[in-house]
């Protein structure tokens, strides 16, 4: 990664975020303010119980806010992502970005060195 050493400044990938599900579920929150479970889990294209178990866990890391609440007399649960897990996405995917860029630039390094020979 090109900068300062990770961890010291440039932001490194995230655990909890990098599994894909997760990720997946991050990013489509990303791009609105709260979604009800149904359109994330249509979204995302995973089932009720893959959806739970992910939500669970992003809301243990604190990246994950869940509200309950029901529209006429049926229950629904609407997700968002917390301040934390906004912050923690867009480390993420820097971090993704950073490391791209590295591989390219050392890409680019060898092939200079082969066009010189």
């Known amino acids: ?24 579920v991050a990013a ?15 979204g995302c ?11 669970s866990a992003l809301e243990a890391a604190g990246y994950l806010d869940v509200r309950k609440g029901h529209v006429g007399k049926r229950p629904r649960t609407w997700l968002s992502l917390s301040p934390d897990g906004r912050q923690a996405l867009d480390d993420h995917l820097t971090a993704l970005q950073d490391i791209v860029a590295a591989a390219r630039e050392a890409g680019g390094s060898r092939e200079q060195a082969g066009r010189s020979r």
């Open 1 to 24: 990664m090109t900068g300062a050493p990770p961890g010291r400044g440039r932001p490194t990938l995230d655990e909890t975020i990098q599994h894909p599900t997760r990720l997946a």
């Open 28 to 42: 489509f929150l990303s791009a609105c303010d709260e979604a009800e479970f149904a359109a994330v889990r249509d």
């Open 45 to 55: 294209q995973v089932s009720d119980s893959v959806l739970s178990k992910t939500a």
